[in-house]
Every structure is written in C-alpha cells, then in structure tokens.
C-alpha cells in the first residue's frame, strides 16, 4: 500500500484561522457576531455547505456565491500578509513519503486553485500526482466522494490508499471511501472527534513510514 492521499487544510498548510477569522468579521458586520468556537462545526466540510447552513441560520441577504467570494476575497487578504504557513512537519512528511516511493494526492474542500497554489507556495506541489477539489465531485465529505476521485486519477484502488485526515467530516470521508485512516489530532487545533480514525497521531514524526509501507 504505497499511496497516501491527504487533506489539505489543516493537514498540510495552517490555514483554519484564515476561515474563523473572515467568517467571523463578515458575520459581524451583517449583526451576527459569533465565537470562534462556532465554525469548528464547519471544519472539513464544502463552502457551499457552510455558506447554505449559515445562510438559513442567521437570515443572510446575499447569495451563497458572494459570500464564498468575499470570503475568498478577505482569506487572500490573510495569507497575502502573513504567507501561506505549513503545518509544523508537514513539507518534511510529504518529500520523506515522495523520496520513498510513495505515490501522493491531495483531497481537499478547498478549490482546485486554491490547492495548486498553496502547495507550490510550499514548495511541495512536484511531490502530487494528482489533487482533487471537493468541487470537482458531487457530494462533500462526510460522503466518499473526493477520496474515491483521487484514487480514480493515481489508479489506485480505494483498500490501497492511506489518508490523513483532521476532521470528523474528513475521517468519516475516508472511511466511507474504504481506506486506512490516519487522524492528525494537532494540538494547536479545535479538538475534533476523529473516532472513525485508524490511528491518531499527534505530531508528524510519530508518522513510521517503514510501517506505512508494510500495510
């Protein structure tokens, strides 16, 4: 089993807080002032699906659309200034799992754009050989969808691939898709129920790649 598809946000590039933060200004200035607490429940999940429930909840006047833009609009603000930021261990994991055969894919919620972008901005986009959008397939996770297109686009069948995964939503994905889970519990996270998980590590350099490519 030498093929590991994994997420992006939150697996590979510290990018949440860019999602809590521009939901939570624009909410506000429509009235409706949250905690940061109440997007975790989005975590792993479409942009549609996020901007759908939030519309309903509070009454939004805009389209879904438009707010998926403006919110796009201001996370580009974010990483503009700060850069786009690796998870801690991350770039390390993918070049040590690419230098030792693995073949690799991203699944991810996030747009295909989006997904080149941040892996070329980390220098780590040579080591894929294919990434998926959740936009590209027809339902999100917590449904199989965008793991079981990866593995279509690497040839790979679904009982010969292992994911990382951070989220309920994600974890659920890849089990339903019929794959060897890994939950990536990061501490400096929101805690997520990863149950659905294989294993659970804590940090990349628990990751034993000689066991990975025993399984």
């Known amino acids: 089993m030498q093929t590991v598809i ?4 939150g697996v590979l590039v ?3 807080y860019t999602f809590f933060k521009s939901k939570s200004d ?3 200035q429509a009235g409706h002032p949250v905690e940061t607490s109440y997007h975790y429940q989005f975590m792993g999940t479409t942009f549609t699906f996020m901007w759908e429930e939030m519309k309903k909840e509070f009454d939004l006047p805009k389209s879904v659309d438009e707010y998926i833009q403006e919110m796009n609009q201001r996370r580009k603000a974010i990483f503009q200034e700060t850069g786009v930021k690796p998870i801690k261990g991350a770039v390390a994991l993918v070049k040590a799992l690419h230098q030792a055969g693995f073949k690799l894919a991203v699944a991810s919620a996030s ?11 980390l220098g780590i986009i040579d080591c894929f050989s294919a990434y998926v959008s959740a936009d590209e397939v027809e339902h999100g996770k917590p449904a199989p969808d965008v793991f ?4 279509k686009r690497i040839a790979r069948n679904p009982s010969e691939c292992i994911v990382f995964e951070d989220t309920k939503n994600g974890s659920r ?6 794959m060897y889970t890994i939950g990536f519990a990061n501490p400096e996270y929101p805690k997520q ?9 804590t940090d990349y350099q ?9 399984l």
């Open 6 to 9: 994994f997420d992006m946000d």
């Open 206 to 214: 628990q990751v034993d790649i000689q066991r990975l490519l025993a």
């Open 14 to 16: 510290d990018s949440e």
């Open 173 to 178: 994905a890849a089990k339903n898709a019929g």
């Open 111 to 121: 747009p295909r754009n989006e997904i080149k972008q941040y892996l070329t901005e």
């Open 26 to 28: 624009m909410l506000a």
């Open 148 to 151: 079981l297109e990866a593995a």
């Open 193 to 201: 129920d990863l149950s659905a998980a294989d294993k659970i590590v």
